[in-house]
């Protein structure tokens, strides 16, 4: 008969589910073509780069969009200009762990770009793109989860915003790098499972909405649960 170790496992530390909303400013910062993009990019706070990066997974929770980020969709969409927007495209914000080197590689790449189609640079966007701040306000939600499949089932529940804070927030303001999902499954106060953390971690890296992510993360639980006999 399979061991139930990880089922039957408790935590000392529950872990204790948080949601958020956010709160946006414009900033009236607002470029009509790429070059003026580049130039207010120095010039706007580092809450703005994150705002248009790394939120735009909160506001795109349940589409997977084809330029997951506003730099990369403004570019390919409204500026007209679709190789810029792939190129703004394949960056992954969670890779960073400063918004200050984000800032400087989206930079880099504008300025690149630029250097190389001097005809893109009296090309007036169809629609002017307005740089926006976040402030991301915490909501603790009613919700813990002592064992694994506790934690399985509220990870399928919660709301996206949970998913977000949890996921996305975590890794650049709380602690750059790292989730508190797999933190807590890695911890020794918490499910003391390395593995699964590992797991848990590298999800966030494979490109995918709120949802996608929450349907990885529920069937890697449930994957950890049926190889040791337990069940969701």
Same mark, same amino acid.
């Given at each position: 008969?399979?061991?139930?170790v990880?089922?039957?496992?408790?935590?000392?530390?529950? $872990? !204790? $589910?948080?949601?958020?909303?956010?709160?946006?400013?414009?900033?009236?910062k607002?470029?009509?073509?790429? %070059?003026?993009?580049?130039?207010?990019?120095e010039?706007?706070?580092s809450?703005?780069?994150?705002?248009h990066?790394?939120?735009?997974?909160?506001?795109?929770?349940?589409?997977q969009?084809?330029?997951?980020?506003?730099?990369?969709?403004?570019?390919?969409l409204?500026?007209?200009?679709r *190789?810029l927007?792939?190129?703004?495209?394949?960056?992954d914000?969670?890779?960073?762990?400063?918004?200050?080197a984000?800032?400087?590689?989206v930079?880099? *790449?504008?300025?690149?770009?630029?250097?190389?189609? %001097?005809s893109?640079?009296?090309?007036?966007?169809?629609e %002017?793109?307005?740089?926006?701040?976040?402030?991301? *306000?915490?909501?603790?939600?009613?919700? !813990?989860?002592?064992?694994?499949?506790?934690?399985?089932?509220?990870? !399928?529940?919660?709301?996206?915003?949970?998913?977000?804070?949890?996921?996305?927030?975590?890794r650049?303001?709380k602690?750059?790098?790292?989730?508190? $999902?797999?933190?807590?499954?890695?911890?020794?106060?918490?499910?003391?499972m %390395?593995?699964?953390?590992?797991?848990? !971690?590298?999800?966030?890296?494979?490109?995918?909405?709120?949802?996608?992510?929450?349907?990885? *993360?529920?069937?890697?639980?449930?994957?950890?649960?049926?190889?040791?006999?337990?069940?969701?």
């Amino acid at each position: 008969m399979k061991s139930s170790v990880n089922e039957d496992r408790r935590a000392i530390r529950p $872990f !204790q $589910f948080v949601s958020c909303m956010e709160l946006r400013e414009v900033l009236g910062k607002r470029a009509t073509d790429v %070059p003026r993009l580049l130039e207010l990019m120095e010039e706007v706070p580092s809450d703005s780069i994150y705002y248009h990066t790394h939120s735009y997974y909160l506001r795109h929770a349940y589409a997977q969009t084809l330029y997951p980020n506003d730099f990369a969709t403004w570019a390919a969409l409204y500026a007209h200009d679709r *190789i810029l927007g792939e190129r703004l495209g394949v960056l992954d914000p969670f890779a960073y762990l400063s918004l200050e080197a984000l800032r400087q590689d989206v930079m880099a *790449i504008i300025d690149d770009h630029l250097s190389h189609n %001097p005809s893109v640079y009296r090309v007036m966007g169809a629609e %002017p793109f307005d740089f926006v701040r976040s402030y991301v *306000i915490e909501a603790p939600l009613d919700r !813990q989860a002592w064992t694994l499949s506790e934690f399985r089932n509220a990870v !399928q529940e919660v709301e996206a915003g949970a998913l977000y804070f949890h996921l996305c927030e975590a890794r650049m303001r709380k602690t750059p790098g790292f989730d508190d $999902f797999s933190h807590w499954l890695s911890a020794q106060d918490g499910l003391n499972m %390395p593995e699964l953390a590992a797991q848990v !971690q590298r999800v966030v890296r494979l490109g995918l909405n709120l949802e996608g992510m929450r349907a990885r *993360i529920v069937s890697l639980c449930d994957g950890e649960l049926k190889a040791h006999g337990g069940t969701a």
